[in-house]
């Protein structure tokens, strides 16, 4: 793991000729395209474009049928899947929490997680450490969704993949988890966003790739991609 | 009472089938036929298997007879546990490997522990109840370790993308559905006597054997009907939800998936 992070050039993920689904029924077809190794990349584009697939390659919960996906250079099928996943971490669109309190779920991604560990990821989700013995069942969405992320930055990783994470969200909580993925970023942690929203993609993106159908529609940095929109 | 049962008794017993077609047709339910079906298919094949019991059981026929028959029984069981949930790769080899485990843990206890004689009359019968009741409980496992992997498979990936290897993710699930299939057998076992009078203890009674060895006949039946129910079960469970994950900790495709995949 310690040599991939020391090749900042590599990008964070290529995508080279990657298909998936059968064929026929591609949900992405032939793609190529690279993210890059910093900053807040948006992944977006129409409903069923495979924005999701395309995410959920980068940490192998899919493989491609065809081509192949690198990480910082490395073919993620050459790569163990689960160190992998600690190293890619993902919020997903829906909040999933397990039963239990949220120290519970946070034990699930670290089981040497003691309370004064959890109230730092908690407070990096920007969830106070009283949290931490609530029944995570009994959570809103945005207080959830909070603790997810709280739950995948417990297993310490360098990118974070995160696939709609707003969009069962109000404005404010929308808000509060924008904030929160500008702040990973800023601490040197990649995120890479899925949204159909172009505001959103508007606030956050520091770089953009534009799907349709299954291939790359645009891509580049923010204000290339979204100065000719 | 005697416990033989003359052309005349058996067709007076179809009185209640009557009665069932009656109701059937009265609330318009259309089961006649299925009902209608059913007797018939049961008459025909039990009086095959009774003409063939009859060859089997006669201690001059070889008790290899007996152990084909056994074979037979746990391969069509593992063919009815495969057809129940074919969504899982390769389920027919896990039916077959749960119900020849369950036959030979229940065979060793009840020979080698001289509960039964080795012998046609109870090869077969015995093969039967312990293979049939597992089998029930196999399907259960197999089905519902589908659905639940399928209805559950938000909560499951959420597990395998915090780096949780496949075991750890699937392993709430496996909990929830072995207690679903193993509970009914084990509530049985609670309620024997009470509410429920098993069938061999009742057709030893009707027979005209001894209550008490008749209960006791039923008592080692039963245990080794648990036992055997535990086995095909957890064989039946773990081996499908192997084989529901790739060797890189993915869930394959399930049929009712609601992921998103947009």
């Known amino acids: 793991m310690g040599d991939t992070a020391a090749v900042p050039a590599a990008p964070l993920f290529s995508f080279r000729s990657v298909s998936v689904g059968p064929s026929g029924a591609r949900r992405l077809d032939g793609l190529d395209a690279q993210l890059p190794g910093d900053g807040l990349t948006v992944i977006a584009g ?92 009994e959570l809103s969405g945005g207080e959830a969704q909070r603790a997810c992320l ?48 172009e505001e959103q993609m508007r606030r956050l993106a520091d770089h953009v790739l534009l799907l349709a159908d299954g291939r790359v529609d645009r891509s580049g940095s923010a204000a290339e991609v979204l100065g000719e929109r | 009472m005697s416990g033989d049962v003359s052309p005349l008794g058996l067709a007076a017993s179809l009185v209640l089938v009557a009665v069932s077609l009656a109701i059937s047709l009265r609330l318009k339910l259309r089961l006649e036929r299925d ?5 018939v298919r049961g008459l025909v094949q039990l009086l095959i298997v009774g003409a063939a019991l009859k060859i089997i059981i006669d201690p001059k026929t070889p008790l290899v007879w007996s152990w084909l028959w056994v074979a037979g029984i746990v391969v069509f069981a593992a063919a009815t546990i495969k057809r129940r949930a074919p969504a899982v790769p390769g389920l027919f080899w896990i039916g077959l490997v749960a119900n020849a485990a369950t036959a030979v843990v229940g065979f060793a206890v009840t020979f080698g522990l001289s509960i039964f004689p080795v012998e046609g009359r109870t090869l077969v019968p015995i093969a039967g109840m312990l293979i049939g009741n597992s089998m029930k409980s196999g399907i259960v496992a197999a089905e519902r370790i589908v659905e639940a992997l399928s209805e559950q498979r938000a909560e499951v990936e959420a597990r395998l993308a915090l780096g949780r290897p496949w075991t750890a993710a699937s392993r709430p699930i496996v909990r929830s559905v072995l207690r679903a299939a193993l509970s009914p057998q084990i509530e049985n076992t609670k309620a024997l006597g009470i509410v429920f009078l098993p069938g061999a203890m009742t057709g030893l009674i009707l027979a005209g054997v001894d209550p008490i060895d008749a209960v006791l006949v039923q008592l080692a039946l039963m245990y080794l009907i648990l036992g055997g129910v535990v086995t095909t079960t957890v064989i039946t469970a773990l081996g499908a939800v192997r084989r529901l994950f790739t060797d890189d900790h993915r869930l394959v495709a399930l049929p009712r998936s609601t992921r998103d995949t947009g």
């Open chain 2, 35 to 39: 009902v209608v079906v059913s007797v």
């Open chain 1, 46 to 137: 129409p409903s069923g474009s495979g924005k999701s697939t395309l995410l959920r390659l980068c940490n192998r919960l899919e493989v491609p049928s065809e081509g192949t996906v690198l990480h910082r250079g490395t073919d993620v099928a050459e790569r163990d899947p689960l160190e992998l996943r600690r190293e890619v971490a993902m919020v997903f669109q829906r909040p999933v929490t397990f039963a239990g309190t949220v120290l519970d779920n946070l034990r699930e991604a670290d089981p040497d997680c003691d309370e004064r560990r959890g109230a730092e990821l908690l407070e990096r989700a920007g969830l106070a450490a009283s949290f931490l013995r609530r029944d995570a069942g």
């Open chain 1, 150 to 197: 709280a739950r995948s930055l417990a297993t310490n990783p360098r990118v974070l993949l995160m696939d709609e994470p707003t969009s069962s969200l109000d404005a404010k909580a929308s808000a509060v988890l924008e904030g929160l993925a500008r702040q990973l970023v800023d601490d040197a942690t990649p995120v890479v966003w899925v949204t159909h929203s």
